[in-house]
């Protein structure tokens, strides 16, 4: 008989409930001894946002807490690292941070938010293994009457060293209060940063604490985040850290092979047969290192796609969370800044970068070229595609992601064009006419009037081709109608725009194959010439194999002359 399925662990970060209660589980167990392994056992490691980092912690954490020793069989017994355990596995009491709730309204409710967190953490430290410390109720007493904030870590300190305890200490969310500040932009965001983190603050007094515990009692320190902003801020009062990020032996720590994704849906009982969509455009592409062995697929990602196909026993209606706005908004306050904002839209405009990665950085220079795009790999808004003639070559992970960088250029398009005003219910119905009865020109038309025609002249400076299908492809991104593919590898070349029907649509009738092209109004001799260019092209692609004969697919050469006209010539 089979096995009935497993439950799909969407939401769940308690490694211990994810095992007890019947819970699909992507073994990642193999990496401990990894990190066992190294050299340095204080580790450093960074993750894009809903990567597993927090259910990784707490698998540590059930590893190596020295009061779980009972449970070992039951939590790994049928995992890899449980038949093949490292000499470390339950022989530590664990410290546990998690910053991720700090209050960063005022430099006054940081300071008070900050020390709370960090006694409220070593009092459940206390609480938790009071089977190791006799005298627990005192220590306790001592912590929350005399000795706020940090001073608790030096109690814990002194209790572990008289009971002979070695302690681990888990950080997680090390930079969430930073990123919150940085988000908050002005001069109240850049002053709490430096006076708590930068100068000698509250901040930095406690990692310098936690250095001090590594002279004799705190054994393994692991600090994970979604940014290397604040380690370089605390290297002077923390510098005994290893950052593993980018290694290679890491690169799946966190994230879904595509092995790992096919063994989770047949555990959990999701039906192959209910998934209409291309997962991997959608959910997958991660690389964190140029020779690693796979791309991995956004965890959160891919379990919310799969809890809908569990749930409804269909073909989902949503294929992205909304949730992933939420994550990723704290970017919205960083493209306020010119410099980022071009930037963007170069990411946007050629789908990658080719950059430096800048292992950690200042929070002043942040917005250096480099530096910037380094914070979109590291938040998972970029990575890596390859390495070449000795530059890294960045490009977007996913069509989800893409999905982030439309709604910054609506953003940046508004910040920059006061005059631009996009009419969304008629550039709805020009979008339907060309989805169902294949008519182009409402909503070029649309396009060209509310927006092309309404830029200033320093926008002209650097208009071409790649400008005008990023205000062609605006639209279309926020549309549900089509999956819009900029430059798709067909027979014959690169396609400028390519609309595919989106697989929640099979209804709609047409998809698109565009060629755009641009002159400037003093070339517009060349306009024959590019007529010319464009009826080959689109000829070529009409003949390729994917193409060939299909009445559901029309041809079209969009040419833009100046601002302020266009034509557009379709080709059977």
């Known amino acids: 008989m089979e096995a009935s399925p497993k439950r799909l662990p969407y939401g769940i970060s308690n490694f211990e409930d994810l095992i007890v209660k019947n819970y699909a589980y992507v073994d990642k167990t193999r990496f401990i001894a990894l990190l066992e392994d190294e050299n340095n056992p204080y580790q450093f490691f960074i993750r894009p946002r809903k990567f597993g980092k927090s259910l990784f912690f707490s698998l540590l ?55 709370d967190t960090v006694q409220g953490s070593v009092c459940n430290f206390i609480d938790t293994y009071r089977n190791l410390f006799p005298n627990a109720d005192d220590l306790l007493t001592q912590i929350t009457s005399n000795c706020m904030g940090i001073g608790a870590l030096r109690i814990a300190y002194t209790a572990a060293r008289s009971a002979g305890v070695p302690l681990f200490a888990i950080v997680d969310e090390y930079d969430h209060f930073a990123n919150d500040l940085i988000a908050m932009g ?72 595509q092995e790992e994704v096919n063994a989770l849906m047949k555990e959990t009982g999701v039906n192959p047969e209910l998934i209409n969509v291309n997962m991997e455009l959608y959910y997958n592409g991660y690389l964190f290192h140029d020779e690693g062995e796979h791309r991995v697929y956004n965890p959160s990602m891919i379990l919310f796609f799969f809890n809908q196909l569990l749930k409804t026993k269909k073909p989902p209606r949503k294929l992205i969370d909304d949730n992933l706005k939420t994550d990723y908004g704290r970017l919205q306050r ?45 938040m998972g808004l970029l990575t890596i595609d390859k390495f070449e003639e000795g530059a890294h070559h960045l490009k977007i992970p996913n069509y989800s992601i893409q999905t982030l960088y439309w709604e910054y250029i609506v953003k940046i398009i508004a910040d920059m064009n006061r005059e631009v005003v996009i009419d969304t219910s008629a550039q709805n119905a020009a979008l339907r006419e060309l989805a169902y009865r294949g008519n182009p020109h409402l909503y070029v038309e649309c396009i060209s009037k509310n927006i092309l025609q309404r830029l200033s002249n320093r926008d002209l400076v650097h208009f071409d081709e790649k400008y005008i299908k990023i205000m062609l492809l605006n639209g279309l991104f926020q549309s549900n109608l089509y999956i819009p593919i900029s430059e798709k590898e067909v027979e014959g070349g690169y396609i400028d725009i390519f609309l595919q029907r989106s697989p929640l649509l099979p209804d709609v009738k047409y998809e698109w194959v565009w060629e755009v092209k641009y002159i400037k109004v003093e070339d517009e001799a060349k306009l024959p010439e590019k007529r010319a260019e464009a009826a080959a092209q689109l000829d070529k692609y009409r003949k390729s194999e994917r193409f060939a004969g299909r009445a559901d697919v029309k041809f079209a050469s969009l040419i833009f002359i100046g601002k302020d006209r266009y034509e557009v010539k379709e080709q059977s």
């Open 186 to 257: 002005g001069n109240l965001g850049k002053e709490v940063y430096k006076a708590m983190v930068q100068a000698n603050g509250l901040v930095r007094d406690f990692y310098e604490t936690l250095k001090i515990g590594t002279s004799d009692v705190m054994k393994r320190i692991f600090i994970t985040g979604i940014s290397p902003v604040m380690l370089n801020d605390l290297t002077s009062g923390f510098n005994i850290a290893t950052n593993l990020t980018l290694e290679e032996q890491y690169n799946e720590m966190m994230g879904f092979t």
């Open 334 to 378: 960083l493209v306020e800044n010119e410099n980022n904002r071009n930037k963007v839209m170069q990411i946007t405009k050629d789908n990658g970068i080719v950059s430096e990665i800048i292992s950690q950085f200042p929070l002043d220079r942040m917005y250096s070229d480099e530096y910037f795009v380094s914070l979109l790999l590291y």
């Open 61 to 115: 954490s059930s590893y190596y807490d020295v009061n779980k020793a009972d449970k070992f069989e039951r939590l790994f017994g049928s995992l890899y690292i449980g038949k093949n355990p490292t000499p470390e596995k339950n022989t530590y009491a664990i410290m546990l941070f998690n910053f991720s709730g700090i209050n960063t309204t005022t430099k006054d409710n940081f300071t008070t938010s900050f020390s």
